[in-house]
């Protein structure tokens, strides 16, 4: 299973972009990144996918480097409702562990007025 | 459109009670799969399913047993409940096809807060 680093935790000013890395460096060519988002123990909420281009959607962007080891979740205006921890994932097509998703320990994102 | 729908809410089982979690979805999905999350952790996933009569293991599945028999539902079963079972469970769906790659969203429940004393 492709694995993900991500730092534990970050703080980010109120109105500022928050930048979230993560590593993913045994990634293979058909496995997407997905990041997700869990506030307060609810169930998790989608946030946005890739494969290998850079993808912006209403809540953020992400941006994968070319060799695909790493990405970034970029939320442009971070407000306070964007506390949470951030849990970036790999995930396989079906025939490879039928697109299964593995969860890593995710980054507490603080955001601070 | 109700989404993954997750039936109970809370439960509190004594230790060797068995008990079934429910899951159910209206979108259709071929895939579901069930995780659970203990204090500070992230989710680790118990088994998953990518059609009606599939189901198979994932990284935590003793202790669990789970069936799919039509595409909407997918219970999970405790079968002698034990105190290290106490978790939170969430139910997830999406679209899934014998094809790769695998690019579509993946939809949670409001999760299942299990107590085991």
């Known amino acids: 299973d492709a694995k993900t680093t991500q730092p534990t935790s970050m703080d980010c000013a109120e109105g500022r972009a928050a930048n979230l890395p993560c590593n993913h460096s045994?990634?293979?060519?058909?496995?997407?990144v997905y990041w997700y988002r869990q506030i307060h123990s609810q169930g998790p909420q989608y946030i946005i996918h890739?494969?290998?281009n850079n993808e912006t959607n209403e809540m953020a962007s992400l941006i994968i480097t070319e060799d695909r080891k790493s990405s970034t979740l970029i939320l442009p205006h971070a407000t306070l409702r964007d506390t949470a921890v951030y849990y970036c994932?790999?995930?396989?097509?079906?025939?490879?562990?039928?697109?299964?998703?593995?969860f890593g320990q995710g980054t507490e994102l603080s955001v601070k007025p | 459109n109700a989404g993954v729908t997750q039936t109970p809410k809370f439960q509190v089982l004594k230790t060797g009670q068995s008990m079934t979690l429910q899951c159910a979805q209206d979108?259709?999905?071929?895939?579901m799969s069930w995780y659970r999350q203990d204090p500070g952790m992230g989710l680790r996933l118990i088994h998953y399913?990518?059609?009606?009569?599939?189901?198979d293991q994932g990284e935590v599945p003793n202790g669990y047993n789970v069936s799919r028999s039509t595409t909407e539902d997918f219970p999970l079963r405790l079968l002698s409940a034990a105190p290290s079972q106490t978790s939170v469970y969430f139910c997830?769906?999406?679209?899934?096809?014998?094809?790769?790659?695998?690019?579509?969203?993946?939809?949670f429940g409001e999760g299942s807060w299990l107590t085991v004393v």
């Open positions: 045994t990634i293979s060519g058909n496995e997407y």
């Open positions: 979108m259709n999905h071929e895939y």
């Open positions: 890739g494969l290998k």
């Open positions: 997830a769906s999406s679209y899934e096809a014998p094809r790769q790659p695998s690019g579509n969203t993946i939809y």
């Open positions: 994932i790999v995930r396989g097509g079906y025939y490879n562990q039928g697109g299964k998703l593995i």
């Open positions: 399913s990518v059609g009606a009569g599939i189901t």
